[in-house]
């Protein structure tokens, strides 16, 4: 089975500082990992995923996050911080099963951006 | 292009009640999805359909939860009778047809669901 483990369920940082989102999964294949953000009243909207390819992923509104198998982490990043980062993200493990790409999620982490 | 909708965006009932909440995906998306994230906790898988069949119902909690997608365009999951762990947000996602993936999983704004 799998699993997503997110430290942390509140970050806050002040605006221009590096923002560190840490996720670390369990799986028994070589996963699919995702990262989601959800802004106030809205849906989860994909920042990122890695798909085997690069481990060093790159994401919309300047986030990215480094896949390390060793560590079985995939932490979320971005060097300065903007007060429209202010949200709540999830860390993300896909199934590659033929059942489809069904998403185990993290409990979440909410950022909270300090001007 | 219009992204995923649900409907109603909040329901409050009373335990014992019936709710039936919408989801209409992304036009030509053949996967739909259903979610629930209980308060505090993690987004949890519901079910899965392709087209109008069941691909995979693991997640679904128990026979008081019925999901229907006729002629695989909206879905719609009826709660039946409703009880006070019911409570949440209710997050449809749809995706392209699966083929070795992933696409991307699309996701409403979901419905959240107060059962009193």
């Known amino acids: 089975a799998q699993s997503v483990t997110q430290l942390g369920s509140h970050v806050s940082v002040s605006e221009g500082a590096l923002v560190l989102l840490r996720c670390n999964y369990s799986s028994s294949v070589p996963p699919y990992l995702f990262w989601y953000v959800q802004y106030p009243n809205q849906g989860l909207q994909l920042l990122l995923k890695?798909?085997?390819?690069?481990?060093l992923v790159k994401g919309i509104n300047g986030f990215e996050a480094e896949f390390k198998k060793s560590e079985t982490s995939f932490h979320l990043t971005k060097p300065s911080a903007h007060m429209s980062d202010a949200a709540e993200y999830f860390c993300?493990?896909?199934?590659?099963?033929?059942?489809?790409?069904?998403?185990?999620f993290g409990t979440g982490t909410r950022l909270a951006v300090r001007p | 292009e219009a992204g995923v909708t649900q409907f109603p965006s909040h329901s409050v009932i009373e335990k014992g009640q019936t709710v039936t909440l919408r989801c209409d995906p992304i036009s030509g998306h053949d996967n739909l999805y259903w979610y629930r994230r209980v308060m505090g906790k993690e987004i949890k898988f519901l079910l899965h359909f392709v087209k109008e069949s069941k691909q995979d119902e693991s997640g679904m909690p128990n026979n008081r939860f019925l999901a229907e997608r006729t002629g695989g365009t909206y879905s719609t999951l009826k709660v039946q009778p409703a009880e006070l762990e019911d409570s949440g947000v209710y997050f449809c996602?749809?995706?392209?047809?699966?083929?070795?993936?992933?696409?991307?999983?699309?996701f409403g704004p979901g419905t959240r669901l107060t059962v009193t």
């Open positions: 993300a493990v896909s199934d590659r099963g033929s059942s489809g790409d069904k998403l185990t």
């Open positions: 890695y798909t085997s390819a690069a481990t």
């Open positions: 996602a749809s995706s392209q047809q699966w083929a070795g993936g992933p696409y991307e999983q699309y």
